[in-house]
DNA sequence: GTCTATACGATGATAGAC
DNA sequence: GTCTATCATCGTATAGAC
């Protein structure tokens, strides 16, 4: 085991920093005196903080929706073989089981995952479609698939509310930590469970509403 | 029609610029350039950049909430009268159909609930807090009448749906803009309608699921 | 190829003259 | 209330050591 490469160490930092103050707010200087390296380290290595920062979302998002889209895949493959059409409730789940289960593997993939929701909502349109473009071919995948479980639905109405569930997800996986439910609270271990069962449940129903 | 104030043009500059650039690139240069004032007049009249994005913020949140605040309760007093209980779609339309119509009201709101939206995923905790302090009765005001009219289930799953509407509703007001849709785009002046029947079958549907 | 030291223009903020 | 001057710190770029 040697010590991490620079390219390496820089990642980590910045991922870490970036989660806990932000894009802008987090000076470079912050990031290379964490990792450990010079400051010119991460113009050297990535060219410039921007494109450090859509490294830092590749590094865990391309492996993250491979698995998506994998699972995405296999339902609409059971349903082939079955001759009948795809689970809303099993599309569903194959989009956001992985993310739910990523979210609690490490405290980096979970300063990841609060990076990416906020990237949605980032004013800089290059950083935006990092995210955007990682996942189109998923999104694509999902909203062709639900189309076909809900023939009663027009595409305009699927498509919205595909928005509706992606706006619950993205919000519910970064606000979860940070909002005090007025009420004592679960087991740690067991809100995984109850999270992914009650928003099935939520997005499974408003779907086919 | 007097010239406006040195502060009202201010927080219009600085409203446009935090919506389109965001709030830590937008310079005050920037902003006090826009609104043909000193550099030093946001500090003078404001104290800090802070405490400007927060005075921008709270111009208009505390209208829209009031309104929001008012409509509620008329939900709850009609339940009261007809001795029934508060009706799920009903309490949902109360609290977002203020925030779609106020949405297309002007460019200055639409470009408040842009900045309203990021600021939920702001990692600086202080500006995150002027929406959730300003929100806060509402949402449990709107928490206790869902509890009433849902007795079938527990607080617990009440709140997690809450926060996946939430979700649903921040998510789509900053994104519908945004994304493209694969498909012919209806009339602008449509969508607002379409946009809140849909928004209200998918969160009726799934907060009762 | 990797990395360090250093410099440049621009930023948020403030102090003090007017 | 307004303005100018000033300061520490920011992202970026580059020259040169290893």
Redesign the interface.
């Known amino acids: 085991m040697t010590k991490p490469s620079t390219t390496h160490r820089i990642l980590d930092a910045a991922e870490q920093l970036f ?4 894009y ?2 987090t000076s470079l200087r912050a990031i290379t005196t964490a990792a450990e390296v010079n400051l010119a380290a991460v113009n050297y290595h990535f060219g410039s903080k921007k494109e450090l920062v859509k490294a830092v979302m590749q590094r865990r998002l391309v492996p993250l929706n491979k698995l998506r889209m994998r699972l995405l895949m296999e339902v609409e493959e059971k349903a082939k073989q079955q001759k009948c059409l795809p689970d809303v409730r099993e599309l569903i789940a194959a989009f956001i089981r992985p993310t739910i289960a990523f979210r609690n593997s490490s405290q980096g993939a979970r300063n990841f995952i609060i990076l990416v ?2 990237s ?5 349109a290059t950083v ?1 479609s990092v995210f955007l473009e990682q996942v189109e071919p998923l999104f ?1 995948k999902l ?1 062709g698939l639900l189309n076909q479980s809900l023939p009663h639905l027009t ?3 699927v ?3 595909l ?10 996986m ?3 930590d940070k ?1 005090k ?3 004592p609270e ?1 087991a740690p271990e067991a809100l995984d469970s ?2 992914e069962e ?2 099935l ?9």
Do not use: C, I, Q, W
Not at 19 to 22: L, S, Y
Not at 163 to 172: E, P, V
């Open positions: 989660a806990e103050h932000g802008h707010p929701s906020r949605l909502s980032e004013p800089d935006r694509a909203f595409k305009e109405v498509y919205l509310r928005l509706f569930l992606l706006g619950s997800l993205n919000h519910t970064h606000m979860v909002v439910p007025p009420f679960a109850v999270l009650e928003f449940a939520f997005a499974t129903s408003g779907m086919k509403a």
